[in-house]
């Protein structure tokens, strides 16, 4: 057994020169916290003077060291950290140490240095402290082969118990699992609060265990009201799907609504993905069965049916100052939430897991992040990729190239999958034109004048169609090339003289069957504007990065002008909307998504069909009666618009990008266009 005796005297900070921080120091051996420093306020040169003495089970065990600016009732702010190998020491020879603090996600960047002096000694020990070392390890042991993660959506709160002297509550939050506790924000003056915030617990035991739940009123003046308590027995849950929960409050007012998603659990062999669901040719022609069309109209919920195997990654960014990460896969399709083991120490993971969802809407997009796990804060960013269900090819291994936060461009690292798609056409095209459902985790909007920049080029790129067409029309009347107003006049002349109401779906009908014909003749346009807009959205990401400082310096600000940064969102969403609803329309006839435009032939074929043979007054009656007795055949139906949600199916220029698949050639293109953009 050995002892490791500390004195931190000193850390010379090289960063916050215009400011101060309150800095301390954690130490952590095998994964665990065991000891932190006091807070040096308000210097960026500290002395602490501190002894500490670490007893060590095996001097090959290495000391993460962690330097934190503690922020009062905010996370601290991570400031470096390094790592002390103990095999370089002598022993019982005090030994000065100088550590370079540095920044996982940027190695090469020194932070500042942590001044120590380090003895280590070898001690003989007590039976009885050996045997409570032993527990010791082997509870870290335990916690690091944790058995899975428990994801807690709170989504919103209803009629909880009014607080105030005015009736209303500033309701928060409080999780706790073990020793494991979350806080959620506080949402101002409401009884209702939304909050859309996640949380994961790690899952030590494989019975499940209690999320203890209580919600207060916040107080600035004096202590927080308690709410209400409610609580989530995981051992009632199964695995590997999310639950939607609606726990009324003991103790109060009201309930919670919970999405919970029990995950994780440990790897399968590879041996072990060839027996899943879809491989075994019983149970795959029971689900062709049952989504069959001869089914179509059993259950129209249930649109179909994923299975995504998960297998490995290959080469990700190092997150770690070790030079490694400790990669996890979380996997998204609308609110479910599933996550793979963290695979330690590794930039070549192998997950070798098997997913299963349910699909409610076909048109929905299967989103992969990787992470690295990191137990003092939330994990770290390593990669993503967006997956339309309908681009999935069944069966096939693929390699994705991962792309940043945005989905604009790609970053280190490509993610093996193998995904199959089964579903019932007819349940899926009913489907389409119903609302889609509301995600309830998504990133809070920010005013950016660059991102607003982006969207009137967006709007302006739309004026711009139609200007030019009224030009070309205006073109024809002027008769500048009298081939082409000769044209344009002897069709002019037909279309009137035989106009019916059925010539307008048959129009659409005929421009959607010569867009499908270009498309398979190899004269597709939409590569180009793709790679346009890709290239524009790459350096609007470049200057988003670079205004990450200037941001957090005008922080304050930002808080006063709350008012302007609300009115300037939504001009900012709504040149968004109108910029998506042009492209939408452009996109269904350039046959973006195939299923759709389709979708699109058939009813305009069936509506060319239907004004040809029935008068105009009989459609109109039957829309008229069925609009304006909807709601007495059904008081609780929600309206809507089947052609707006049949849109919003549609990818957008943007979602185009997003959805893109990269190569490794297009890959490494888009990191030498970033390069130039750097230096331009």
């Not at 501190?50 to 993460?64: F, G, H």
């Not at 879809?278 to 179909?304: C, H």
Request: charge should be neutral; glycine fraction near 4%.
């Amino acid at each position: 057994m050995y002892v490791c005796n500390f004195y931190l005297k000193a850390i010379l900070k090289k960063c916050y020169m215009n400011g101060t921080s309150d800095p301390y120091v954690k130490f952590k051996i095998a994964r665990k916290e065991v000891y932190r420093s006091k807070i040096i306020h308000k210097n960026l040169n500290p002395v602490w003077n501190e002894k500490i003495s670490l007893l060590i089970q095996n001097v090959a065990e290495t000391v993460y060291i962690k330097v934190f600016d503690y922020d009062f009732a905010l996370q601290d702010d991570f400031m470096g950290s390094a790592y002390l190998d103990l095999t370089n020491l002598e022993l019982n020879r005090p030994t000065d140490v100088t550590l370079n603090l540095k920044d996982p996600s940027c190695p090469v960047q020194i932070l500042g240095y942590l001044l120590m002096t380090v003895t280590l000694v070898y001690r003989e020990t007590d039976p009885r402290e050996t045997v409570q070392n032993t527990r010791l390890l082997e509870a870290h042991k335990r916690d690091e082969l944790w058995r899975g993660v428990v994801s807690v959506t709170l989504v919103e709160g209803r009629d909880l118990k009014p607080m105030d002297p005015n009736g209303l509550s500033d309701p928060y939050v409080k999780f706790k699992m073990g020793c494991q506790k979350y806080k959620s924000k506080a949402i101002l003056k409401t009884l209702n609060p939304k909050w859309r915030e996640q949380f994961d617990f790690l899952l030590a035991e494989e019975k499940g265990g209690i999320i203890d739940i209580t919600v207060w009123d916040k107080d600035s003046l004096k202590k927080d009201d308690f709410i209400g308590r409610c609580q989530v027995d995981l051992a009632g849950l199964s695995k590997e799907h999310t639950h939607r929960l609606d726990l009324a409050l003991s103790g109060g007012k009201g309930s919670l609504v919970l999405l919970v998603t029990l995950t994780a659990s440990a790897p399968v062999s590879i041996s072990d993905l060839s027996f899943t669901t879809l491989d075994n040719e019983e149970e795959r022609n029971k689900i062709m069965a049952k989504y069959s069309l001869l089914r179509s109209f059993q259950n129209l919920r249930d649109i179909g049916f994923v299975q995504v195997k998960i297998i490995k990654a290959e080469g990700l960014m190092v997150a770690d100052v070790t030079g490694s990460s400790d990669p996890f896969c979380v996997i998204e399709l609308n609110n479910d939430r599933l996550q793979t083991h963290t695979v330690h120490r590794s930039l070549n993971p192998e997950w070798n897991k098997v997913f299963t969802f349910n699909i409610k809407d076909i048109h929905s997009v299967l989103e992969v992040t990787v992470y690295d796990e990191d137990r003092d804060r939330s994990a770290d960013f390593l990669g993503k990729v967006a997956i339309p269900l309908l681009n999935i090819q069944n069966g096939e291994q693929k390699a994705y190239v991962l792309k940043n936060k945005n989905l604009t461009g790609a970053t280190k690292g490509v993610i093996y999958l193998e995904m199959d798609v089964i579903f019932n056409v007819v349940r899926a095209s009913i489907r389409t034109i119903t609302p889609k459902e509301e995600k309830y985790i998504e990133e809070e909007q920010k005013i950016s004048k660059e991102l607003l920049q982006k969207n009137y080029y967006r709007v302006r790129r739309c004026i711009m169609v139609l200007v030019n067409t009224g030009r070309y029309i205006n073109s024809c009347f002027e008769w500048e090339s009298p081939q082409r107003s000769l044209t344009a006049f002897l069709i002019y002349l037909v279309t009137v003289w035989n106009f019916e109401l059925y010539v307008i779906p048959l129009m659409l009908f005929v421009l959607l069957i010569y867009n499908y014909c270009l498309i398979r003749s190899g004269k597709d346009n939409r590569i180009s504007s793709m790679q346009e807009l890709e290239e524009s959205l790459i350096a609007y990401e470049e200057d988003e990065e670079d205004r990450t400082d200037k941001e957090s310096e005008r922080k304050g600000l930002m808080d006063k002008l709350s008012a302007i940064q609300e009115v300037g969102v939504a001009v900012q969403n709504g040149l968004d909307e109108v910029a998506n609803l042009y492209e939408r329309v452009k996109n269904t006839f350039n046959w973006t998504v195939p299923f759709l435009s389709w979708l699109a032939v058939f009813v305009l074929f069936a509506g060319t069909i239907i004004l040809y043979f029935i008068p105009l007054r009989y459609i109109l009656l039957v829309w008229g009666i069925h609009k304006f007795t909807k709601k007495l055949r059904n008081p609780f139906l929600i309206d809507n618009n089947e052609l707006l949600d049949f849109l919003s199916r549609v990818h957008s220029d943007v979602e185009m990008v997003h959805f893109h698949e990269l190569n490794q050639e297009s890959s490494q293109g888009l990191m030498t266009f970033k390069k130039k953009t750097n230096s331009g």
